[in-house]
C-alpha cells in the first residue's frame, strides 16, 4: 500500500515538474517576444538564453535567437576592422542558432526564414558579389520557405520579401557578369512580383512598400511608385528602422513626383 502510494506521489511530482518547467519555457519565449517588440533585441537575448538552459533542443527558442543575435548585428557600429570582427563574429553566432532551428525543424517555414536573413545580411556585410554561394542559399532557404507554407501571414509576406530584395540587389549588375558568377538567375521582374506579393499579404507595412517603390522606380514605374510611397507614409511604425525609412520615403518621394511632373 505504502509502495503504491509513494509511486502515485512520485508521478505527481514528475507530472508539475514537466508541467511546470514547460510554462516556464512557454513563459521566457512570449517575455522575449514583448521585449522585441519594444525593439529591445539585447532585452529579449538576454531572456532567450535564459530559455535555452532549459530547454537547448526547441527550435522556437532557436530561431528567436537567430533573430535577436541577427537584429543586434545589424545595428552595431562598424568604423574600425574591431567593430567589423564583432559584428561579423555576430552574425556567424546568429547563423548557428539559424542552423539549428532548421536541424530541429526541417519542416518549418520559418526556420528557413530566418536563415535566410541571417545569410542575406552576411552577403550584405561580405559584398554580395563575393559571396555568390550565401546568396544563392538566401534564394533556395526563401524557395523552401514558401514551398512548405506553414508560417504566419507575416512570416509568409517577409519570404517573398526577402526573396524579391535578394532578387532587386543581385539584378543591379550586368547580367553577363552575373551569368560567370552563378548568379544569372536574379531578376527586377521577378523582384516585382514578389514584391507584390508581400504587400498583398500584409499590407500596412513601411519596410515592404518601401523597398518595392524603390525597385519599380528603378523600372520607371513611376506612378505604381508613389502608390506605395503614398502607402508608406500613411502606416505606423512597427520596426525599429521605420523612422528611417519613412524619411528615405519621403525624399524618394519627391523624385518621384519630379518625373511625374
Known amino acids: 500500500m505504502k509502495a ?18 514547460s510554462q516556464t519555457v512557454e513563459q521566457l519565449i512570449a517575455k522575449a517576444d514583448s521585449i522585441t517588440e519594444a525593439f529591445n533585441d539585447d532585452g529579449a537575448l538576454k531572456v532567450l538564453l535564459q530559455a535555452e538552459k532549459l530547454d537547448t533542443s526547441n527550435w522556437e ?26 559584428q561579423y563574429a555576430t552574425y556567424k553566432v546568429a547563423l548557428a542558432h539559424a542552423e539549428k532551428a532548421v536541424k530541429l525543424a526541417p519542416n518549418q517555414s ?23 554561394g550565401v546568396v544563392t542559399k538566401v534564394r533556395d532557404d526563401c524557395r523552401k520557405s514558401l514551398k512548405l507554407n506553414n ?6 509576406a517577409l519570404t517573398h520579401y526577402i526573396l524579391a530584395r535578394t532578387h532587386a540587389k543581385i539584378s543591379e549588375k550586368w547580367k553577363p557578369a552575373l551569368t560567370v558568377l552563378g548568379l544569372g538567375w536574379a531578376d527586377i521582374d521577378t523582384a516585382l512580383v514578389h514584391y507584390k506579393k508581400a504587400v498583398q499579404m500584409y499590407p ?6 518601401y523597398d518595392y517603390a524603390k525597385a519599380l522606380y528603378r523600372e520607371d514605374q513611376y506612378k505604381k511608385a508613389k502608390e506605395m ?33
Not at 4 to 21: A, E, H, N, P
Not at 65 to 84: C, F, G
Not at 204 to 209: H, R
Open 204 to 209: 500596412n507595412y513601411i519596410m515592404f512598400y
Open 151 to 156: 508560417g504566419t501571414v507575416y512570416d509568409m
Open 61 to 86: 527558442i532557436e530561431w528567436r535567437l537567430s533573430r535577436a543575435y541577427s537584429n543586434i548585428a545589424a545595428h552595431m557600429p562598424r568604423e574600425t576592422s574591431e567593430q567589423e570582427d564583432k
Open 4 to 21: 503504491r502510494i509513494f509511486s502515485i506521489l512520485f508521478v505527481g511530482i514528475i507530472f508539475f515538474c514537466g508541467q511546470s518547467y
Open 110 to 132: 520559418r526556420a528557413y526564414l530566418r536563415r535566410a536573413i541571417v545569410n542575406g545580411r552576411i552577403a550584405l556585410f561580405k559584398g554580395v558579389f563575393s559571396v555568390a
Open 229 to 261: 510611397l503614398d502607402k508608406a507614409l500613411s502606416c505606423k511604425i512597427q520596426e525599429r528602422d521605420d523612422a528611417q525609412r519613412l524619411k528615405d520615403s519621403k525624399k524618394l518621394l519627391k523624385e518621384v513626383e519630379d518625373e511625374l511632373n
